[in-house]
């Protein structure tokens, strides 16, 4: 039977912060016979159009086996290769291209074939929140 392959985020979404981490997790499901850890695979693409089904994970970069894809962020995978951490986050700043944001997919195969799913990731700057307010009283005479 086809492994079904789940994204465990709302939406197929996750928003990361700069230069922290996040993490990206999918189960398979109803796979017989089940897959082995050797035939899941990751993909990435940069900056992906959101909301286009009909990308496949064959069209993006295979990073399963990288741990530095970038000279910043740190990949590492879960022992069953189900689940992602992207360490210190890549948000692309002005002409700097180099980002985490982008579509990232989970492929499995099991003798009865391929499936994938994906999760999109969004990067948003490290904003300080401020706890501090100035008030300033008009007086009119």
């Not at 039977?1 to 789940?6: H, I, S």
């Not at 990308?55 to 879960?78: C, G, K, Q």
């Not at 100035?134 to 009119?140: L, M, S, V």
Request: aromatic share 10%.
């Amino acid at each position: 039977m086809l492994p079904e392959v789940v994204p465990l985020s709302t939406n197929r979404r996750e928003v990361a912060v700069a230069k922290k981490n996040v993490t990206l997790v999918f189960t398979i499901m109803n796979a017989i016979p089940s897959v082995k850890t050797s035939d899941i695979r990751w993909y990435y693409a940069a900056n992906s159009p959101v909301g286009r089904p009909d990308f496949t994970a064959a069209e993006f970069e295979d990073i399963t086996d990288l741990m530095n894809r970038t000279s910043v962020s740190t990949l590492t995978y879960s022992t069953d290769r189900l689940s992602l951490t992207v360490d210190n986050i890549v948000q692309a700043i002005g002409d700097v291209t180099e980002t985490d944001q982008g579509r990232y997919f989970l492929s499995a195969t099991n003798p009865a074939g391929e499936n994938s799913d994906y999760i999109d990731v969004f990067v948003k700057g490290n904003q300080r929140i401020s706890t501090s307010f100035t008030f300033q009283n008009t007086y009119t005479y």
